[in-house]
């Protein structure tokens, strides 16, 4: 039978690798969810809170999916894996963490955090071996299958003038901060560029 040549960008992990990506990812997750879920029960737009309460639910499924693939071994602790990769990962989250607005936490989510998560999910998805890293794959692809979901309904609170269907909604007050804030969380990110989420798949 002849040898399948591998694609270009294949890159063979380690089960130590796999398993340090794998928490970085449960990490990530459980923080959307944590953010997403303490929002959605706060006050401010109603359809925003409906969307950050959407959102928790999926990332704590998703959380759960990826430390249910953490590597049972003996001798491995499986909490101490799911940590930030970088420290700026961290403290852009804090960043995040720390907006009053609906409108601020909404574009920082839907313009930076989850485009730079999902670039790196997609990334993963295209090197992943089908041989070692068939539980992995199941997951990148149903995460895959709602991010554009998800980021289209939050594009569609952020600027409805450009959704069809939205025009019943005004553009709300204090989208030019929006931008600003995105520039900033952005520049958070690339403080350590080659450990933030957009960088995880190389």
């Known amino acids: 039978m002849p040898e399948v ?16 990506r794998v928490g970085g990812y449960c990490w990530w997750e459980h923080r959307l969810f944590e953010l997403t879920g ?8 109603p359809e ?25 071994r003996a ?16 403290d852009a989250l804090t960043l995040l963490e720390g907006q009053s607005g609906d409108l601020l936490r909404l574009g ?3 313009e930076v955090v989850l485009p730079r998560l999902h670039s790196a999910y997609r990334a993963h998805l295209t090197q992943a071996s089908a041989v070692s890293e068939g539980p992995v794959i199941e997951v990148l692809r149903q995460i895959a299958a709602v991010g554009d979901r998800e980021m289209g309904q939050g594009q569609a609170l ?33 403080a350590a560029s080659d450990k933030s989420p957009a960088a995880w798949a190389s």
Not at 5 to 20: E, G, K, M, N, Y
Not at 48 to 72: E, N, T, Y
Not at 165 to 177: E, H, I, K, L
Request: aromatic share 8%; proline share 9%; net charge positive.
């Open 158 to 190: 952020l600027r409805p003038d450009q959704r069809p269907g939205r025009s019943g909604r005004p553009t709300p007050p204090g989208a030019g901060n929006v931008e600003e804030f995105c520039r900033i969380l952005e520049r958070s990110f690339e």
């Open 48 to 72: 925003i809170r409906v969307l950050f309460s959407q959102m928790s639910a999926r990332h704590a499924a998703f959380s759960l999916q990826w430390r249910d693939r953490l590597p049972a």
């Open 108 to 110: 920082g989510l839907i």
């Open 38 to 45: 303490r929002w959605a029960s706060g006050t401010g737009d």
């Open 75 to 90: 001798g491995v602790d499986v909490t101490a894996l799911v940590v930030a990769t970088s420290r700026a990962d961290a």
């Open 5 to 20: 040549p591998l694609p270009p960008d294949f890159s063979w992990r380690t089960i130590d690798q796999l398993a340090r």
